[in-house]
């Protein structure tokens, strides 16, 4: 009997505490919209979300010059990219695949050899 009566505390105690969580959150929202917070934060996300590495940086990421030929550029890609998968570093490698990107689109602009 006492353990039945728990029971039934419990489950009533949870559904009253998870409708005033639900309430909390919805005025939470509500009063986000109200001050612009939530565009701000929105806002914030995209400006992050938009710094791309620069042309320098990803030169020096493959360590490659202004005058270097795209062929030269995959090659260093492939060394770079390839010897990072072995040692296990996601980080480098992506950081290698962004730098291909980004001269892939400088050189696709300047018509500076055939990018593939």
Request: hydrophobic content about 40%; glycine content about 10%; charged content about 20%.
């Amino acid at each position: 009997m006492a353990g039945r009566l728990l029971a039934n505390l419990i489950v009533m105690g949870s559904g009253i505490i998870g409708r005033a969580v639900f309430q909390a959150y919805r005025q939470a929202l509500a009063n986000a919209s109200k001050s612009g917070v939530a565009q701000e934060a929105m806002q914030n996300g995209v400006r992050q979300a938009g710094k791309a590495i620069t042309e320098q940086e990803a030169r020096q990421i493959l360590g490659v010059t202004e005058k270097t030929s795209w062929e030269e550029i995959l090659q260093k890609y492939d060394k770079l990219f390839e010897n990072n998968a072995k040692a296990g570093s996601f980080y480098l490698q992506s950081k290698v695949h962004r730098a291909k990107e980004c001269l892939e689109v400088v050189y696709r602009s300047q018509g500076n050899g055939t990018p593939s």
